[in-house]
């Protein structure tokens, strides 16, 4: 059967290398070019190049698109709420879809007591509101963070965002009274470091030697004083920061430790959300009811969208107009996400991203048997990650191999994206609709860019 890669330049090909051109002279080089390719179309998980290449897309527009580009309820979902009308300002005029999403977001989001959402335009916005309930409902001031976490480019976000190249270099000065402790990143972490790789990390796996109470006292002891904290914001698996899930007993001891100091949990479920970890929500994994949960990326399929849903005694804490905005919630990012919703339930979604996931880390698994250069391989669900080291004994990131890699892959016809703290970890985000004949072609092209370079 002929695969759905097709190649007919080089990538990218000249109308794409001309479109990059201009871009050059228009916009600031700070906005990265992660691939060289200008798009002209997208469906499913399929992206065509302006040369006419097709190409896989295993980045999903950075973990956007999980029911795929272009799902066909999403389309015909904003078309006929466009044939209505497109803006009037939630503050001013009430419209359902919005209403009516506050009301899906808090019966599917964990934990049955009462909640309240609202919604804004991204994910970084989601998260200085989530910080600002946060703060107007406990009376205090401190937030907690954590290593290698990133939670948005906006300048209370950004203080939150731990990786300093490129986020923070020359931004600051940052928001106060944000604290930062260590992430429980097991395969850089001292004993369970010494997993043999293809053993990834897993909830419930490998102990974790941060997860005690002792452990957790001590941290506070040096960095804040818990009685003045308003809120711990946690990525259960870290997206940019690698894709590192958090061991189960640690978030159990820190959601324990939270609640016995009256701290609220957010979780951050920006990148986690909607499918991604083979459940609708990573939490689900862990048990674990946050306070307040936000999410964004592929709650509207591709339109900008993000919420904030929790708690309804901590979310109605802020006064009549403390919360809000101009574009929060418009009608065709709400129309567009309950077309998304209705999809995650009818097409299995989250269980389609528990299989693929085990199609993915198979074959990584396999990879790493073979090749010394993949020092783990991990990850929850569909969002599963490798990553590449100098040697396993050292564990020295290989940041130049994993840059051959993508450019290898996308020459065969695949997009592929790095993260991480060390910018070594090669990452999946394909649309949790991919076929899995297509997930496995796009597989073998990366195997043959890996075999062409090392
Ligand atoms: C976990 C997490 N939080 C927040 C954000 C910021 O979202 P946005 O880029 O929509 O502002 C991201 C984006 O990658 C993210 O992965």
Redesign the pocket.
């Known amino acids: 059967m002929p695969g759905v890669i097709q190649l007919r330049t080089e990538v990218p090909g000249p109308k794409s290398r001309a479109l990059l051109a201009r871009r050059g002279q228009a916009v600031p080089r700070g906005v990265p070019a992660v691939t060289p390719i200008a798009v002209v179309h997208a469906e499913g998980a399929v992206v065509t190049d302006a040369d006419g290449n097709r190409l896989i897309d295993f980045g999903g527009g950075?973990g956007v698109v999980n029911t795929g580009h272009r799902h066909p309820s999403v389309v015909a979902a904003v078309k006929d709420q466009l044939d209505r009308f497109g803006h009037v300002c939630f503050p001013v005029s009430t419209y359902e879809p919005y209403v009516e999403l506050a009301e899906r977001l808090n019966r599917i989001t964990p934990g049955d007591h009462p909640k309240r959402t609202f919604l804004l335009n991204?994910?970084?916005e989601a998260?200085e509101n989530a910080i600002k309930v946060a703060r107007s409902f406990t009376g205090r001031q401190a937030v907690v963070c954590f290593e290698h976490g990133?939670?948005?480019?906006t300048n209370l976000t950004l203080a939150l965002t731990s990786k300093v190249m490129p986020y923070k270099k020359g931004f600051g000065p940052f928001a106060p009274e944000v604290y930062r402790i260590p992430f429980p990143y097991c395969y850089r972490c001292g004993e369970a470091g010494k997993r043999v790789s293809g053993e990834g990390t897993q909830v419930g796996g490998a102990p974790c030697c941060m997860a005690s109470r002792e452990r957790l006292e001590q941290i506070f002891a040096t960095t804040v004083d818990p009685t003045s904290v308003a809120a711990v914001i946690m990525?259960l698996e870290l997206?940019?920061g690698g894709f590192v899930p958090a061991p189960k007993e640690y978030v159990d001891e820190l959601a324990r430790f939270a609640r016995d100091h009256g701290i609220l949990f957010i979780a951050?479920e920006?990148?986690t959300g909607f499918g991604r970890t083979g459940k609708l929500f990573a939490c689900e994994h862990y048990g674990l009811v946050p306070d307040i949960i936000t999410t964004?990326?592929s709650l509207a399929g591709g339109l900008p969208l993000?919420a904030v849903t929790g708690r309804a005694d901590v979310l109605d804490a802020p006064q009549v107009g403390g919360l809000g905005g101009t574009y929060g919630g418009n009608p065709l990012a709400c129309a567009a996400a309950l077309a998304v919703l209705d999809a995650m339930e009818a097409e299995r979604i989250p269980e389609r991203a528990a299989r693929m996931g085990e199609q993915i880390r198979r074959r990584f698994c396999q990879w790493a048997a073979r090749h010394a250069c993949i020092g783990d391989v991990r990850g929850l669900g569909a969002m599963v990650a490798m990553e590449l080291v100098v040697d396993r004994a050292t564990k020295a990131p290989d940041k130049a191999l994993t840059a051959r890699l993508l450019a290898a892959a996308l020459d065969r016809g695949v997009i592929l994206l790095s993260s991480g703290t060390y910018g070594n970890t090669v990452r999946v985000l394909a649309p949790l609709t991919t076929p899995e004949a297509v997930i496995d072609e796009g597989l073998e092209a990366i195997e043959q860019a890996l075999e062409a370079i090392v």
């Open positions: 950075i991204s994910g970084a998260v990133f939670h948005g480019r990525e997206g940019e951050d920006i990148q964004a990326k993000a």
